[in-house]
């Protein structure tokens, strides 16, 4: 995507990842805005960071969405490009049942097909766009503590190939950016200090840098996602799987 001189909204652009690329692309010259259910967070967000904007939006609300986005695009004309932060990452013991698969599939699965679905015949209108879905690495090796996430995150990469193909030869392009393990609050404050998560700063510098060197790359991979992302293809997936989930049960 262009990384200057886009109308960009960013959901979950409140904290972590999302607070990060928003910043990031604000000191390029983008107008930016960010989106989240916690007015709060957010205003402290944009007062923190002169000319960023925010609106309140639940990714998980059907119809809040339909709203939300006619409104953006009827207050910034010239939206050409969103960022699919928002997101929820919850642990489940599928022995007593998927507690948080509605809710998860609510708002990492149908908020972004939903949301892309209110913008795209703007974003086709404009002369550039693009369409930034956040998947993970556990797209490619499931984390079996949180098994609906991990599904929706799968079904994420799925989806944004499909969009891709279905969008090849308009204006708007289609980006999937899949992070490795993150120091966020996405699971909680531990997982922000948690030395064996990337560093949120490490990890934003690295994805800017992709995204100004490589353009038109399909998928944003740092280096520290490449073993998941690729385990498959390496021919050790079931080495990386289990490696993954038994570091992770024994933290737990
Ligand atoms: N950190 C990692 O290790 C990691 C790894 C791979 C992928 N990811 C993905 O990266 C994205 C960002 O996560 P993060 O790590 O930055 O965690 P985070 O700081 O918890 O960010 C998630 C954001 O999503 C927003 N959100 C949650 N539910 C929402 C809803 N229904 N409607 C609107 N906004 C909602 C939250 O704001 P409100 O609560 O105010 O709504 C929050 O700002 C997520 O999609 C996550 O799955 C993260």
Do not use: C, W
């Not at 690329?21 to 709060?40: D, K, P, T, Y």
């Not at 086709?124 to 503590?145: C, D, E, N, R, Y």
């Amino acid at each position: 995507m262009h990384t200057t001189g886009n109308t960009l909204l960013i959901t979950g652009g409140g904290s972590g990842i999302g607070r990060g690329l928003a910043e990031a692309f604000l000191a390029l010259g983008n107008q930016v805005i960010i989106a989240g259910r916690r007015e709060a967070l957010l205003k402290e967000v944009t007062e923190a960071n002169p000319g960023m904007r925010y609106v309140v939006l639940d990714t998980s609300d059907a119809a809040d969405i339909k709203r939300v986005a006619s409104d953006l695009i009827a207050t910034y004309p010239s939206l050409n490009a969103v960022i699919h932060s928002a997101g929820i990452m919850r642990q489940e013991d599928l022995r007593a049942g998927a507690s948080e698969l509605e809710a998860t599939v609510g708002t990492n699965l149908l908020g972004p097909i939903r949301l892309d679905e209110a913008l795209l015949s703007h974003f086709l209108k404009q002369p550039h766009a693009a369409i930034v879905t956040v998947s993970s690495g556990l797209a490619f090796v499931p984390l079996a503590l949180t098994p609906s996430y991990s599904a929706t995150k799968a079904a994420v990469h799925s989806y944004s190939q499909a969009l891709r193909y279905q969008l090849k030869g308009t204006s708007v392009k289609v980006h999937e950016l899949a992070p490795p393990y993150v120091q966020t609050e996405l699971m909680g404050e531990h997982q922000a200090n948690d030395p064996h998560a990337m560093p949120l700063k490490d990890f934003i510098e690295e994805v800017m840098g992709i995204f100004q060197h490589s353009p038109e790359a399909e998928e944003i991979l740092v280096e520290r996602v490449k073993p998941l992302r690729f385990a498959e293809a390496s021919g050790g997936y079931q080495e990386v799987f289990t490696g993954l989930n038994d570091q992770f049960s024994a933290r737990a």
